[in-house]
């Protein structure tokens, strides 16, 4: 049973950055994809970035593409998510997931999460 558990979210103002981290534990990390949602008060939990086994394939949503930055580093067991740029809208609790096999945008086919890391962009 593989245990995800995220770091890094905050508080910060407009414009800045922040880095989020996901620990792996308990399962094989560099054999599954991984994913970032996040979910914003009311709203449905929604695909952010994910990236395969080997960091060769990544993948974005509009909303943040060309601002945030999916990363891996298999030795340490830890899914990376660079956040630049941000906006209020950004606003949500972000989640790591991990899946077997290929990069997928569908939450519903991630069969790990963690418990999620607050973050708060104020305008």
């Known amino acids: 049973q593989v245990q995800l558990v995220e770091s890094g979210g905050g508080l910060v103002q407009a414009g800045y950055s922040l880095r989020l981290s996901c620990a792996a534990s308990?399962?094989?990390?560099?054999?599954?994809?991984m994913g970032w949602f996040r979910q914003a008060p009311g709203k449905e939990r929604e695909f952010v970035a994910a990236i395969s086994w080997n960091g060769g394939s990544t993948d974005y949503a509009d909303s943040v593409k060309g601002r945030f930055t999916i990363s891996r580093d298999n030795a340490k067991n830890t899914v990376y998510l660079q956040m630049n740029s941000l906006k209020p809208e950004d606003t949500a609790v972000y989640y790591c997931?991990?899946?077997?096999?290929?990069?997928?945008?569908?939450?519903?086919?991630?069969?790990?999460w963690g418990q999620g890391t607050q973050v708060t962009v104020s305008s």
């Open positions: 308990g399962g094989t990390f560099s054999s599954y994809a």
């Open positions: 997931a991990g899946r077997r096999g290929i990069v997928r945008r569908s939450r519903d086919e991630y069969q790990y």
